[in-house]
C-alpha cells in the first residue's frame, strides 16, 4: 500500500513513506556539537533547578518568621 488513490484524482502517499522522507531532510548535528550542547543544557538546568531551591528556601523560612 504504497500509494493510495483519493476521491478527487490526487495519489496520496503512505504516512510511512512521507516520514521517511521528512527525516531524509533533516541535518543531523555532528558528535562533537551534540555533546557541547547536552553539557550546556544538563549545566543550565542544574543552575535554574539550585536558583529554584534558594528562592524556595529563603521565601519558605520568611514565611516561618512571619507566621511565628
Same mark, same amino acid.
Given at each position: 500500500?504504497?500509494?493510495?488513490?483519493?476521491?478527487?484524482?490526487?495519489?496520496?502517499?503512505?504516512?510511512?513513506?512521507? #516520514?521517511?522522507?521528512?527525516?531524509?531532510? =533533516?541535518?543531523?548535528?555532528?558528535?562533537?556539537? &551534540?555533546? $557541547?550542547?547536552?553539557?550546556?543544557?544538563?549545566?543550565?538546568?542544574?543552575?535554574?533547578?539550585? #536558583?529554584?531551591?534558594?528562592?524556595?528556601? =529563603?521565601?519558605?523560612?520568611?514565611?516561618?518568621? &512571619?507566621? $511565628?
Amino acid at each position: 500500500m504504497a500509494e493510495v488513490k483519493k476521491a478527487d484524482g490526487t495519489v496520496k502517499k503512505s504516512w510511512f513513506k512521507g #516520514l521517511k522522507s521528512e527525516f531524509n531532510k =533533516v541535518i543531523w548535528t555532528d558528535r562533537s556539537t &551534540l555533546i $557541547k550542547q547536552t553539557i550546556a543544557v544538563v549545566c543550565i538546568t542544574a543552575i535554574v533547578a539550585l #536558583l529554584i531551591l534558594v528562592i524556595d528556601t =529563603v521565601g519558605m523560612d520568611i514565611i516561618d518568621l &512571619l507566621t $511565628k
